[in-house]
């Protein structure tokens, strides 16, 4: 009987993967929440469903990057019940989106979509966030719309086998963040 990498030759397997500690885990990370990253956006301009914000501002803090949100009437509640983490997450409110966007590419921000689009580049082709980026989500159903496409400086498409022709906004910002944040 062969030992499994890392194991102890004890004659019984020890385990080969050692959790690390909820301690550990904390003082491996940043040494405390951040008001604004400044560098990293999450932009869910059209959402649909209050708990795929919850779930993308559960991300945002993972891994560094701020949400930005319309100022819907339901967006507030939606947020708070999805911040499990019972403390202050990096929020930024706009009114009008096109003009929000506008504003981030004349600050010199990369506006990148997350859409199916003929120039999109594939998400494992995506290079990490080299200056600041607003990663820009959709609308569930209808997608980005045409006149925010204009503001796009690129596209990236999330590869798929099944049938659906789409993930859920907080399962597909994850992924596009966790690349651009450079953890994937």
């Known amino acids: 009987m062969s030992a499994r990498p890392g194991a102890a030759r004890s004659g019984r397997d020890a385990p080969a993967i050692r959790t ?17 990253w400044d560098h990293l956006y999450a932009a869910p301009l059209w959402p649909l469903h209050g708990a795929n914000l919850g779930t993308l501002l559960r991300t945002c803090d993972a891994v560094g990057a701020c949400l930005v949100v319309p100022r819907f009437p339901w967006v507030p509640e939606a947020l708070a019940r999805g911040n499990t983490l019972r403390r202050p997450v990096c929020v930024h409110w706009t009114g009008d989106p096109l003009r929000w966007l506008e504003r981030q590419r004349a600050a010199g921000k990369r506006v990148l979509g997350v859409e199916l689009a003929d120039e999109a580049v594939r998400l494992a082709d995506l290079p990490a966030a080299r200056r600041a980026t607003v ?38 910002g994850s992924l596009v963040l966790y690349r651009l944040a450079g953890l994937l």
């Open 20 to 36: 690390r500690t909820p301690r550990e885990v904390k003082r491996s990370r940043r040494p405390r929440a951040h008001s604004c």
């Open 135 to 172: 990663m820009v989500l959709g609308h569930e159903q209808h997608g980005i719309p045409p006149d925010a496409l204009d503001l796009l400086d690129e596209a990236v498409e999330i590869p798929m086998v099944g049938t659906g022709a789409s993930l859920n906004v907080a399962v597909a």
